[in-house]
């Protein structure tokens, strides 16, 4: 397989996702809103509020944003720490108009959630745990302290305890669900984007060395000519020049380097010319293209191909790159993890197509089989582990990348075990460990008789 690393997703850069002028301009909006709502509920219900203490504090976020607008570049990114402080203040600012205007009374009490929300999204856990630690314990101080609401009769607006408890169990509940739920949803998305992206890089490198390839081997097959023509020349100087010694030694380096030149071509070429006939091969040795990486690794790699029904020959396919790098990416797993031989069973009916790689390793771990294929997924390694598998610090990228690319081809892929955990000592020459399993519709991968012919392509007459 393909080396891919797996730093591609790299926690210390979720803080990266959020600009600085993101958060600004959603400062922008809270303020006005803040503005607003005091003017609506002065003017509107004539409560009796501290216009200096909210001042203060809608000031502080005027100059904090204005700071932020003028000092700092508006395609500024904001590092962990800077994403973390934003936010916290942005509490901490909410937190003090909430101790203005009744604490838990005031049924905007639940706009704390925004912040914490948001940094779920873009931080990473232990900075997500500090944002809702604070709110935690800022919203249960300004629970037991706060400046009451007052009305237009001058009476203080106080709602039942027993209100104020469930408004502050809510938020509670609300900061650690939320913030739970958003980190979770966005760490997957955007682990499969990146997962995604990956897959995208490998079939790109696949198809890269896929059509260098097929230059080579065309630069081969058009160079061979002039080759010869060099060769054949050359050899007739050498026997016109016997008497000139000099222009002889000369005429047989010429003819030397063209043999020379011939075999580095041949040994280029040998991926095949990029044309339509080869572009399509048989079944089995589209199988052995992939595996041909992994069979001198110190492992037998054992493929049999057989018609799984009477009168069916064997089929031609295409030799898509997913296809092959997908396969190759399956049967290296299998060679990594076998203890000493993988078989590879080829099968096909008129209908379907069927690969089966097995390994005689211990196979998948039970706790993940059900897993496979999602990306970046880890477990805890064991010491015996490490010593079976010491390239591995998990499993995950590589498998979706074969999983993924297998199935653009069409494929239905299922994984599997030979047998239970606790039969490993018998494994070793056995068809006992990790089982894949992959299905094609014969309609989807195989190339029709008529496709065969028209790769041959039309004869050309040759010029006297």
Not at 140 to 169: E, H, Q, R
Not at 194 to 210: C, D, H, P, S
Not at 259 to 287: E, F
Not at 436 to 459: C, D, F, H, Y
Request: aromatic share 8%.
């Amino acid at each position: 397989m393909d080396h891919i690393s797996e730093d591609i997703i790299n926690q210390e850069r979720r803080s990266n996702w959020v600009r600085l002028r993101t958060l600004v301009w959603l400062r922008w909006i809270a303020i006005t809103g803040q503005v607003v709502t005091i003017g609506i509920a002065m003017v509107f219900f004539g409560f009796q509020l501290s216009l200096g203490g909210f001042a203060i504090v809608i000031g502080a976020s005027v100059i904090v944003n204005v700071v932020a607008s003028f000092v700092y570049p508006e395609n500024m990114r904001l590092t962990e720490r800077g994403a973390t402080w934003m936010l916290l203040f942005d509490i901490t600012q909410l937190s003090a108009m909430l101790y203005l205007s009744g604490g838990l009374n005031n049924p905007f009490a639940l706009l704390i959630l925004v912040p914490v929300t948001i940094s779920a999204t873009a931080l990473r856990p232990t900075s997500v745990i500090a944002t809702g630690g604070v709110a935690i314990v800022l919203v249960t101080l300004i629970a037991l302290i706060n400046v009451p609401l007052v009305d237009i009769n001058g009476a203080p607006v106080v709602l039942p305890y027993i209100f104020i408890f469930g408004s502050w169990t809510g938020i509670v509940v609300g900061i650690t669900f939320l913030g739970g739920y958003a980190w979770k949803v966005t760490s997957e998305i955007h682990t499969m984007s990146e997962a995604l992206l990956a897959t995208q890089m490998a079939l790109g490198r696949e198809q890269k060395l896929t059509d260098l390839g097929g230059v080579v081997a065309a630069a081969a097959h058009e160079l061979g000519t002039p080759l010869a023509t060099i060769k054949l020349v050359s050899a007739e100087l050498v026997d016109d020049l016997a008497e000139f010694e000099e222009f002889r030694a000369d005429a047989q380096l010429i003819h030397e380097q063209a043999d020379r030149c011939r075999d580095i071509l041949r040994s280029m070429g040998r991926s095949g010319k990029n044309d339509l006939h080869l572009q399509m091969a048989p079944l089995q040795t589209v199988i052995e293209e992939a595996a041909d990486p992994h069979m001198q690794r110190g492992k037998t790699v054992i493929i049999d191909a057989s018609a799984g029904e009477t009168g069916v020959d064997q089929p031609h396919v295409f030799r898509h790159p997913e296809m092959i790098h997908g396969l190759r990416n399956l049967v290296q797993n299998a060679v990594d993890f076998s203890q000493s031989t993988v078989w590879v069973d080829v099968s096909w009916t008129k209908d379907v197509i069927r690969v089966r790689i097995i390994d005689d390793g211990a196979g998948f771990p039970a706790s993940v089989i059900g897993k496979i294929g999602d990306p970046f997924m880890r477990r805890r390694r064991r010491e015996d582990d490490v010593e079976k598998r010491p390239a591995y610090e998990g499993m995950g990228l590589g498998l979706f990348i074969a999983k993924t690319l297998l199935e653009r081809t069409g494929a239905d892929i299922s994984f599997a075990n030979g047998s239970p955990s606790h039969d490993q000592h018998l494994h070793a020459g056995r068809r006992s460990g990790a089982i894949v399993e992959l299905v094609w519709p014969m309609s989807r991968i195989a190339v029709s008789k008529e496709e065969q012919t028209k790769a041959l392509g039309e004869n050309v007459l040759f010029e006297h």
